[in-house]
């Protein structure tokens, strides 16, 4: 009891717990978009732009600034212009006035830029004019023409363009609306140098001689190094070393400290904060030992820089790692993303399922008390139509079937039913008629008359019934198929966390390098998994070690399903590993035209179905040639396509029907002997449509299988029978068309015979035995073919694997 409440205590406790998180971050975010609303954060940065300046005069990143602004944040463009303003007169009012002119000019061009065609493309053009235009007219005021002058005005428009180009992509990840899950490389490199450009506005202001400069921009080496590892924090070192010292040259050596700091802290990243933050320490002393100047202040400055990085909260650590590609995080938030596309995919098919499964009961047959209903119903109006003829000019009709309704109808009834049994009229029935009714003889040739017109009707119905009843299995089965496509999708990939660290563990043990290992499924004859190595030089260990290794520890046969081979040393190398079917199929065909000809009526085909499966078939179009040939084919590709979809056979073969019926109004028939093996428990199912009987070879002992079912295509409803046989390693399947059964003449019972030569052959290779039954059937007719002939042999036997299990572990005594 007490073990239950204090479980229940936690329970409560982490729940908090992650409430007040969920809370902190939620209120964060709020105050982060409201902050990005208002423009706080753009005022911030255009102060400190403001100040930013690169080889002692240039200013290219405040007039680039405005000019993103102008364009992303109209109504944010005068107060951006005021603290930009504010912070250029912190460094000179020169400066300051600087900014006010580019400010005043890009205000003046957006006048012309609105009125031509796509302006965001000329935007960067814009910001460099105006950028050269007040520098211009100082150099005219102050007369000051000279090369150099002139090279950095065109250098600083240059600049100007390019910063512009930049700060566009950079500018609009500030926004807490942004959508994209991942940033990508080029948006990174953009948003470090904006950084890196915001961080040279800090030059010059110290406490103690720490430079603020050097805190934040380590301080922001060593987190993304920390985010996003070595390659990303060495970038941003380097980036950021190099505008910095653009601004000043004294930073020089920064570049080289940043970059060191930030390659070093990615590779110690396991080790958390305290191993990135050591990589820092360790990268301010080797360097200041290189320099031999400063090193106290350089190690305060990274001191500082550490301490900041310890404060920043990890889940504000984690929530933008999301954005940056390669992290555990971005990782998981694209498994979620994915995962969601699947559930949203899946619901979708399911209710696609549902909607086949509507139609398909829409189109169900009819009650049997619907079904009197509706014969009752036909027998009515078959008598209205005979009345109509007979009885509406009669001089009787009022005492026949007003006063006398009851045995009017009845004496009809009677009429109709023996007219339609018997063709004819007993004298009984005669007799009746003609004390009835003045009419008798026109009533008995009217109602033959009718008659058939009633059968054509009725017959009608029953078509339309039948095609119903064809389309409503037609959708049940593909709405099976939907459905069970919608659970695939549902069933996402499992982490076997167990398995995998004991694969990873034996594979080593090996001596090989394992890159990565992914586990997608172990169920029970479907396993899937992926390993990539990183070897010297590939000799076939996946099929001689990895899956006999796998094969012990997984208890099941594994084999080697696909191989990708680098072709050079020290290469990843990708092989995918899956389940070994249980049983193997071997095949052999021999067939022969009419007459020795070219062109064959019979059809055959062997096809992978997946999860095991695999079939045979033969179709023998009716006749001979070139027509009876596409008729064949046109039934096995059929056949082969909606198989492999997953529609159960039954159907297919009903769908296959349907479709030769209904194709043509010409007599196009084709017989189908279809043969479905399942290679995990070798059952065999068999479909006989008009086919010839089957053989199955097992030692000296010969199985026949049969059906009397019609060609397909000869009539719209197929009654399909399925025969369902137990294979047994060794057996021989042997299937045949008619031709084979109908060439021997002089053969009383040619099955007879054929078992018997069957029985009498000793070879195992199934070509062997398809070859020797049509030489055999052929010699028999004296070298005559008279019909098309098809043999087609398969042998099923255990999969033997060629590498035996390889135990990853000792066994216990």
């Not at 809370?23 to 005022?43: R, Y």
């Not at 034996?506 to 479907?526: H, Q, S």
């Amino acid at each position: 009891m007490l073990g239950t409440v204090m479980k229940r205590a936690g329970r409560e406790a982490m729940w908090r717990e992650s409430s007040l998180n969920r809370g902190m971050e939620k209120m964060a975010l709020t105050v982060f978009t409201f902050l990005s609303n208002k423009g706080v954060f753009h005022m911030a940065l255009s102060l400190l732009l403001g100040r930013a300046v690169i080889l002692s005069s240039m200013a290219p990143f405040g007039v680039a600034f405005l000019a993103v602004i102008w364009w992303f944040k109209r109504p944010l463009i005068l107060p951006a212009t005021m603290m930009m303003a504010i912070g250029a007169a912190t460094y000179s009012y020169g400066h300051a006035g600087f900014i006010a002119g580019a400010a005043a000019s890009i205000l003046l061009l957006t006048g012309l830029l609105n009125k031509l065609h796509q302006p965001q493309k000329w935007l960067p053009v814009m910001a460099a004019l105006a950028s050269m235009i007040p520098r211009t007219i100082s150099l005219a005021f102050l007369d000051r023409w000279h090369l150099y002058e002139l090279f950095l005005l065109i250098s600083e428009g240059v600049l100007t363009f390019t910063l512009v180009l930049i700060f566009m992509q950079s500018l609009p990840l500030l926004s807490p609306q942004r959508y994209h899950p991942t940033l990508k490389n080029e948006e990174i490199v953009c948003f470090i140098i904006l950084l890196a450009s915001v961080l040279t506005g800090m030059i010059g202001f110290e406490y103690e001689g720490v430079a603020m400069v050097d805190v934040f921009s380590r301080y922001l080496v060593i987190l993304l190094a920390y985010i996003a590892g070595a390659a990303i924090g060495s970038t941003v070192g380097v980036v950021t070393g190099l505008v910095l010292s653009l601004s000043n040259v004294d930073h020089l050596y920064q570049m080289s400290l940043l970059a060191f700091s930030g390659l070093l802290g990615g590779l110690l990243k396991e080790g958390n904060k305290l191993g990135v933050g050591a990589g820092l320490f360790v990268s301010t002393i080797l360097m200041g030992f290189y320099t031999g100047d400063g090193l106290t202040a350089s190690l305060w400055a990274s001191f500082f820089a550490i301490l900041l990085f310890f404060m920043t909260p990890e889940r504000w650590v984690k929530r933008l790692s999301r954005f940056v590609p390669g992290t555990d995080e971005h990782r998981q938030e694209q498994q979620k993303y994915l995962q969601k596309v699947r559930d949203v995919t899946a619901v979708r098919v399911g209710k696609f399922s549902d909607v086949f499964e509507a139609l398909s009961k829409s189109f169900h047959h009819i009650e049997r008390k619907e079904k009197e209903e509706d014969t009752t119903q036909e027998v009515d109006y078959f008598l209205s139509h005979v009345t109509e003829k007979t009885c509406q000019a009669c001089f009787k009709k009022e005492k026949c079937w007003i006063n006398q309704f009851d045995e009017t109808h009845n004496l009809m009834t009677d009429l109709m039913e023996e007219i339609d049994e018997k063709e004819e009229v007993s004298r009984m029935m005669r007799k009746n008629v003609d004390q009835y009714c003045v009419k008798s003889q026109k009533l008995i040739d009217t109602m033959k008359h009718e008659l058939s017109f009633y059968h054509a009707n009725k017959q009608l119905k029953q078509q339309v019934q039948e095609s119903r009843k064809f389309v409503a299995e037609q959708l049940h089965g593909v709405s099976e198929v939907m459905n069970n496509f919608a659970k695939e999708i549902v069933k996402e990939r499992e982490h076997h966390e167990q398995k995998e660290h004991i694969i990873h563990e034996a594979l080593e043990r090996l001596g090989l390098n394992v890159a990565k290992l992914e586990i997608y499924t172990l169920d029970t004859g479907n396993i899937d998994l992926e390993v990539i190595l990183e070897i010297d030089q590939y000799r076939g260990e996946g099929e001689k070690l990895i899956a006999p290794l796998l094969s012990d520890i997984l208890q099941e046969t594994i084999v080697v399903t696909m191989e990708d081979i680098s072709p050079y040393p020290n290469g990843r190398c990708l092989l995918t590993f899956g389940s070994a079917k249980h049983y193997t199929i071997e095949s052999g065909v021999a067939h022969a035209a009419k007459g020795g000809g070219f062109i064959s009526g019979d059809s055959y085909s062997m096809m992978e179905l997946g999860r095991g499966k695999y079939a045979l078939a033969i179709s023998d179009g009716m006749g001979n040639g070139e027509r009876a040939h596409e008729e064949s084919v046109e039934t096995l590709r059929l056949l082969k396509q909606i198989l492999q979809s997953g529609i159960q056979e039954s159907v297919a073969i009903q769908s296959i029907n349907s479709i030769l019926s209904l194709r043509s109004n010409d007599e196009i028939f084709s017989t189908l002997d279809l043969a479905v093996i399942d290679l995990h428990l070798a059952t065999s199912k068999f479909i006989k449509i008009g086919s010839t009987p089957s053989f199955i070879k097992r030692g000296d002992q010969i199985f026949s299988v049969e059906s009397g079912n019609l060609p397909m295509g000869i009539i719209r409803e197929v009654d399909v029978d399925t025969t369902s046989e137990q294979l047994k390693a060794g057996d021989l399947l042997i299937m045949v068309s008619d031709g084979i059964l109908e060439g021997p003449k002089h053969v009383e019972n040619v099955e007879l015979w054929l078992k018997r030569k069957i029985r009498e052959i000793r070879q195992e290779d199934p070509q062997e035995i398809a070859d020797i039954l049509l030489e055999e059937v052929i010699r028999a007719q004296s070298g005559g073919i008279d019909d098309d002939m098809t043999v087609l042999v398969a042998r099923i036997d255990h999969y033997m694997p060629e590498w035996s299990a390889i135990p990853f572990q000792k066994k216990q005594a």
